[in-house]
Nanobody, 117 residues
Framework: QVEVVESGGGLVQAGGSLRLSCTAS????????MAWYRQAPGKQRELVAA???????NYADVVKGRFTISRNNPWTAVYLQMNNLKPEDTGVYYC???????????WGQGTQVTVSS
């Protein structure tokens, strides 16, 4: 059983910062990749940032230069530093972990980020 838990969401004014954390735990879990997605009301879930085991990082164009994804070592957690937040960054942020063994994907329950104008 793998558990993915996000934390760090909240309410912030435009231009402010938040740091999200996501931990993945499970017996013999070896992580291949982790990623942050978000879903705004009435919209589809979209990829925000992702990191692979080789430390390759990918960002959505709308967050490049403002958001930074990082990880701990050994890899059990991923973080998302969000700076210069905009109202359009509002949404529920979800973390996804992919195991190296069977490429299974595990999702967290999400954490709400609200940016006021």
């Amino acid at each position: 059983q793998v558990e993915v838990v996000e934390s760090g969401g909240g309410l912030v004014q435009a231009g402010g910062s938040l740091r999200l954390s996501c931990t993945a735990s499970g017996r013999r879990l070896s992580i291949l990749s982790m990623a942050w997605y978000r879903q705004a009301p009435g919209k589809q879930r979209e990829l925000v940032a992702a990191m692979t085991h080789g430390a390759n990082k990918n960002y959505a164009d709308v967050v490049k230069g403002r958001f930074t994804i990082s990880r701990n070592n050994p890899w059990t957690a991923v973080y998302l530093q969000m700076n210069n937040l905009k109202p359009e960054d509002t949404g529920v942020y979800y973390c996804k972990a992919q195991s190296a063994c069977w490429r299974d994907e595990y999702w967290g329950q999400g954490t709400q980020v609200t940016v006021s104008s």
